[in-house]
C-alpha cells in the first residue's frame, strides 16, 4: 500500500506544505534557489553521462544537487531541482543517493514509484494548483495558454501540458508528435475518447509539415478520425452530435520544441551554434522571405533547431522619431507577434 494512502497526503500535497512552511507565495515563478539556500542544500553543476541530475545526502549538513552542465534549458534544470528536492523532502525516499535518468526524471509515466512521485511533486512545486486553476479557469485552453503558463513558471511543455490535463474540468486532449510519430499524448478526465497513438494520420495537417516543412497556426477543418479513435468504438457518444459530423475543428501546431520548450526561455548552450548575421535592406528582407519555405525544408529534413531573431532600428541616432511614427509601425509590428514593438 502506498504511503500517501495511509498518510493522506499526495506528493502534491507535500510540495504546497514545504511553500507554506518557507512563507513562499504559491504563484510562480518559484524560487528554487531560495528554497535550496534554506534547506540547506547546494547545487553545482558537472558533466553526467545519462543522468538529468544527482542528489547527495549528507547526514546532519544538508544534501548536495549536481545538474548536468551538457544541459542547454533552464527549464530542465528546474524541473531537475525540483524533482530532486521532492527525493529529499518526500516520506519513503530516504536513500543517501539518487541518480536520475534523463528518460525517467521527465518522463510522468515512469514505471518507478519513486520517480513518478518525485515527478509529481516538481510539477506542484513549480506549478501550484491553486494558482493554475485560476489561470485556466481565465481563458480556454489552447497552446498559445499552454506556452504562457509555461513562460510564467520556467517548465518545459511537457510538464506544463500534463499538469493542465490533470486538473482542468474541460475536455482537452492534448497530442505531441515528432518525425511523423505520436510521442506522448494527455486529456483530461472529461474528455472521453481514446487520442491515436502511433504514426501522425495523414489526414492531419501535421502531415503536411512532415512533407513540407510548412504549417500555419491556423485553425484547420479535419476528419476527427485524425487525431481520435472512431466514437464507435467506445461506450461514449460524440458531443453535439459529432458522429454525423465529417469535418470538425481541430487546433494543429508547429511548435519549435527541441525536447523542452522550444522557446526562448531556454538557457541554450552556444556551442556548435551557427549564426547568419547581416543588415538588410527592404528588398533583400523581402528576398530572405521569399527564401523561408526552402530554410523550413532544410530544417525538417535535418532535423535541427532553426530560430530566426529580428532586430530593427528606426532612426539615425541624433533625432528621436516621432511618437505618431513610432505608433504607426507597432500597430504594424503587432500584427505579426504581441509584444513585438519599438521602445
Known sequence: MSIYKIHGITPEGHAIELLRELSIPLVPTINLQQICAKKNIQISYRPLESAAALLLSMPGSGAKILLNSNNKYCTRDNFSIAHELGHYHLPGHHQAQYKCDIREIFRFNSSDDKEREANRYAAELL??????????????????????????????????????????????????????????????????????????????????????GCLSGDLRQIHPSA???????????????????????????????????????????????????AVLEPAQLQDLADLIP????????????????????????????????????????????????LQ
Open 127 to 212: 506549478m501550484p494548483e491553486p494558482w493554475l486553476k485560476l489561470r485556466i479557469k481565465m481563458a480556454d485552453v489552447t497552446l498559445p495558454l499552454i506556452i504562457s503558463i509555461a513562460e510564467d513558471c520556467q517548465t518545459s511543455l511537457t510538464a506544463t501540458a500534463i499538469k493542465i490535463t490533470r486538473i482542468c474540468p474541460d475536455r482537452v486532449g492534448i497530442a505531441y508528435s515528432e518525425d511523423g510519430v505520436i510521442k506522448w499524448t494527455a486529456k483530461t478526465k472529461s474528455f472521453p475518447y481514446e487520442l491515436r497513438k502511433g504514426l501522425v494520420n495523414e489526414r492531419s495537417s501535421i502531415n503536411e509539415f512532415i512533407i513540407t
Open 294 to 341: 526552402q530554410l523550413l525544408i532544410i530544417k525538417a529534413k535535418a532535423n535541427l533547431p532553426f530560430k530566426f531573431i529580428v532586430n530593427i532600428e528606426v532612426g539615425d541616432g541624433e533625432e528621436k522619431p516621432s511618437e505618431e511614427t513610432v505608433q504607426e509601425i507597432n500597430m504594424l509590428l503587432k500584427g505579426v507577434k504581441e509584444n513585438f514593438n
Open 227 to 277: 487525431w481520435v479513435d472512431s466514437p464507435y468504438q467506445g461506450s461514449h457518444d460524440w458531443p453535439c452530435e459529432l458522429s454525423s459530423a465529417q469535418l470538425v475543428n481541430f487546433n494543429e501546431y508547429k511548435v519549435e520544441y527541441g525536447g523542452d520548450t522550444g522557446d526562448d526561455t531556454g538557457r541554450e548552450s552556444r556551442a556548435n551554434i551557427l549564426t547568419a548575421q
